[in-house]
């Protein structure tokens, strides 16, 4: 595939990165000279400095052999007319990246078909549905949803005093059925088999039926609690946006803003979230508003720093369950090491949309996990895929490092064995680390 990229920020660099390591013909185009050198100094892709509006510049990549145009700037506008622009020269399919609430896909100009946008995205809507996907399963580090909502992905860390600790897989038995897809110890990911035991610190990657997950996660020594109260720092986007999701669940939210008119633009925006006005790093003040008992507290200032700083204060004042907006990359290791909980990234996030996006689409979705250390793949089998069919998982020769977690079949969601027989039609859920990601697609298009 060829693709050209405009914009070498976080979410354009993440995006080349990727598409080049799966062997992709990759342009960049930047307007910046030291992002564009950067780009040109550490990835294996053409970069070219200039304006990715510009027809003369586009016509000199070859724009018109193109098969993907991704315009990620922070100028909405030029994602726009980019996208414009691609579509004129026949450029197969396009995103845009598009930040700003007036250029929603309610409004008519961003909903024009002229403009040629296969897919719009917004960074801070993602961020907010993310976060809002996790406070669903809030002893959860990370949620994901397949096969309709029926199956249902869990990370869940092991802390002291879990009683599936030292045990091997095998050993750990009940009457729902369920699978530990992966162990993530150490930074190092782990395909496991029967023998692999569980151990404190580890991070365990949990696949089941969702009706059964909670009765599973309370027999792996888990309790599922509900989140009723929420306060969030900062009146950002993504704060904006998640306080609409979370109202509409009926939940108690309080924002945090320290710019007055701000908050009244926020509290005109809003229905039942309540939005003061005041300085978040104020121990006084967080005390004063109750994080001591607040189920959840959310970090969503521009401010990395602050972020860090302020969601360690609240964990330490008592709140239930930390999450730090951090856009800095280099920061995400240390987040969870210093005691904060959860850290979203709406830059990596935005990436890992636009690449499900442009993944093949007889890919239903595709979820990258734990900042890219394996991806979850959700396909339907057809007859063409003859190695995959009318015979026992056991006997597939499936590479090391790749497992069959679930299969979704006739309205039925199961977690099968080596035994089950996959057949034509069935939606199945793939898992695989990093370092074979490149081989889920070769082996499904074997046809032998």
């Known amino acids: 595939m060829r693709a050209v990229i405009i914009g070498a920020g976080k979410i354009g660099y993440n995006i080349a990165q990727t598409l080049s390591q799966e062997g992709h013909d990759v342009f960049v185009i930047e307007q910046d000279e030291e992002r564009q050198q950067n780009v040109e100094e550490n990835l294996d892709v053409q970069a070219v400095l200039g304006n990715g509006a510009d027809s003369r510049l586009l016509e000199s990549i070859d724009i018109d052999e193109a098969d993907l145009l991704i315009a990620v700037t922070e100028n909405d506008e030029l994602n726009m007319l980019a996208c ?266 935005t990436a890992e949309a636009v690449l499900r996006f442009v993944r093949n689409s007889e890919f239903l979705s595709i979820s990258v996990l734990e900042k890219g250390s394996a991806e979850v793949y959700e396909i339907i089998l057809n007859a063409r895929m003859k190695r995959m069919i009318q015979k026992p998982i056991k006997a597939l020769g499936l590479p090391k490092g790749i497992l069959i977690g679930a299969v979704f079949r006739d309205n039925d969601a199961l977690i099968p064995s080596g035994d089950d027989v996959l057949m034509p039609g069935d939606r199945i859920i793939i898992f695989a680390a990093a370092n074979v990601v490149r081989k889920v697609e070769h082996f499904l298009r074997l046809e032998v």
């Open 84 to 349: 414009m622009l691609a579509g004129q020269y026949g450029v197969k399919k396009t995103v845009a990246r598009v930040r700003k609430p007036e250029y929603d896909r309610t409004n008519k100009l961003a909903s024009n078909p002229a403009l040629n946008i296969d897919l719009m995205i917004n960074p801070e809507r993602v961020a907010a549905a993310e976060i809002a996907k996790i406070i669903s399963v809030p002893e959860a580090v990370d949620v994901n949803y397949y096969a309709k909502g029926k199956i249902m992905l869990l990370e869940l860390q092991i802390e002291k005093g879990n009683p599936v600790i030292n045990y091997a897989l095998k050993e750990i038995h009940g009457q729902y059925h369920f699978l530990v897809a992966a162990i993530l110890r150490e930074d190092e990911l782990i395909i496991p088999r029967g023998d692999d035991q569980i151990l404190q610190g580890d991070r365990i990657f949990l696949i089941g039926r969702t009706d059964q997950m909670r009765e599973v996660e309370k027999y792996l020594g888990f309790a599922r609690r509900s989140i009723h109260s929420v306060m969030l720092l900062g009146g950002s986007r993504v704060a904006f946006y998640l306080a609409q999701l979370l109202e509409k669940r009926g939940l108690e939210v309080k924002i945090i803003e320290k710019d007055y008119k701000h908050c009244k633009h926020l509290a005109g925006l809003l229905n039942e979230a309540i939005v003061l006005n005041g300085d978040g790093s104020d121990i006084d003040l967080l005390q004063d508003e109750g994080v001591q008992d607040t189920d959840l507290f959310v970090a969503l200032t521009e401010d990395d720093k602050l972020n860090i700083l302020v969601s360690l204060m609240a964990k330490r004042l008592g709140a239930s369950k930390t999450i730090a907006q951090v856009r800095r990359s280099d920061y995400l290791p240390l987040i969870e090491a210093v005691g904060i909980d959860i850290a979203i990234s709406p830059r990596l996030l």
